[in-house]
Nanobody, 123 residues
Framework: QVELAESGGGSVPAGGSLRLSCSVY????????MAWFRQVMGKEREWAAS??????STYADSVLGRFTISKADKNTLLLEMNNLKSEDTALYYC??????????????????WGQGTQVTVSS
């Protein structure tokens, strides 16, 4: 059974940093695309970053240069967030889909999700 669990959210002032973690249970990375999505209440969940099984990462324009997705070990996905802005305030979700390469950023293509962790950035 595949399970994902996020942690590390919190409240920071604008310009600050946070590191989110996603613990992975039930499988290892070898054949899965991993990603981070975020959702503001009342809006659609949007893709932020993803990483292929070979370590290739891609980012949404809104976070490029400020966020870094990485794998700490075979069971932990990270999202380093720097120079945070008020518009980064959202509920952040870890997601996974089977397949070595991500190819997609659509929410509906990811079959496994965590419960989310809240990030609040004050201006």
């Amino acid at each position: 059974q595949v399970e994902l669990a996020e942690s590390g959210g919190g409240s920071v002032p604008a310009g600050g940093s946070l590191r989110l973690s996603c613990s992975v249970y039930g499988y290892t990375y070898e054949r899965y695309c991993m990603a981070w999505f975020r959702q503001v209440m009342g809006k659609e969940r949007e893709w932020a970053a993803s990483i292929d099984s070979d370590g290739t990462s891609t980012y949404a324009d809104s976070v490029l240069g400020r966020f870094t997705i990485s794998k700490a070990d075979k069971n932990t996905l990270l999202l380093e967030m720097n120079n945070l802005k008020s518009e980064d305030t959202a509920l952040y979700y870890c997601a996974a889909r089977s397949g070595q390469y991500c190819y997609t950023t659509r929410r509906r293509d990811f079959g496994y999700w965590g419960q989310g962790t809240q990030v609040t950035v004050s201006s």
